[in-house]
């Protein structure tokens, strides 16, 4: 099935513990026309803040009900993926 990758945005990213934040933007690649990065939300944490998440770390997406799912604790993303901070 054909899907609009805008309908990302807004979607809740779901670590394995629970919540880490909601799909703000997308970051294209304009050579190669991939998305590349995913800006990710983390206010209820972090407030005012957002983050890249790499595209490779994500794992199922529920399009019904708006979820991407990430097979990783917060922890380990923060520790591996969320070093750069899209203020």
């Known amino acids: 099935m054909i899907r ?3 309908s990302l ?3 809740k990213i ?3 513990d629970g919540l880490l934040g909601k799909v703000a933007e997308l970051l294209i690649d304009d ?3 991939r998305v590349r990065f995913i800006v990710v939300e983390v206010s209820h944490w972090q407030p005012g803040h ?3 998440l790499p595209m490779t770390a ?3 997406i529920s399009w019904d009900n708006q979820v991407v799912r990430v097979p990783m604790t917060r922890d380990a993303l923060i520790e591996r ?3 750069a901070v899209a203020q």
């Open 81 to 83: 993926w969320i070093g």
């Open 9 to 11: 945005c807004g979607c």
């Open 50 to 52: 957002r983050v890249l």
């Open 58 to 60: 994500l794992g199922d």
């Open 4 to 6: 609009d990758i805008t």
């Open 31 to 33: 050579k190669h026309w």
């Open 14 to 16: 779901i670590a394995k």
